[in-house]
Nanobody, 124 residues
Framework: QVQLVDSGGGLVQTGGSLRLSCTASGRTFSSTTVGWFRQAPGKERDIVAAISWTSTKRFHADSMKGRFTISKDNGGNTIYLHMNSLKPEDTAVYYC?????????????????WGQGTQVTVSS
């Protein structure tokens, strides 16, 4: 199975930027999909973005489209989430996640492998 380590969170001011990273190890396949969820206290977990292992498919949630960009190193095992124009509403724990197929990720079917989570705090 895929093991994930995510990092890159921190404290930034409104309008600032962060880059989260997620390094995958273990068994990955061309059908593997990796992405990010976030969860704020008292809120449900929301999908942020997803990318297929081959980088042929990308998804960004509408509320973050244009501000957040998911990418992957060519031929590598590291996935990035570039976050720009951050808002206080973006404050959450961000979790890298991976599952076997594109449809399983976007339908939240899983099963997922999870990173440990990284805290993003945007101050106003």
């Amino acid at each position: 199975q895929v093991q994930l380590v995510d990092s890159g969170g921190g404290l930034v001011q409104t309008g600032g930027s962060l880059r989260l990273s997620c390094t995958a190890s273990g068994r990955t396949f061309s059908s593997t999909t990796v992405g990010w969820f976030r969860q704020a206290p008292g809120k449900e977990r929301d999908i942020v973005a997803a990318i297929s292992w081959t980088s042929t498919k990308r998804f960004h949630a509408d509320s973050m489209k244009g501000r957040f960009t998911i990418s992957k190193d060519n031929g590598g095992n590291t996935i990035y989430l570039h976050m720009n124009s951050l808002k206080p509403e973006d404050t959450a724990v961000y979790y890298c996640a991976a599952t076997r197929t594109w449809s399983a990720f976007l339908t939240n079917t899983g099963p997922f492998s999870w990173g440990q989570g990284t805290q993003v705090t945007v101050s106003s």
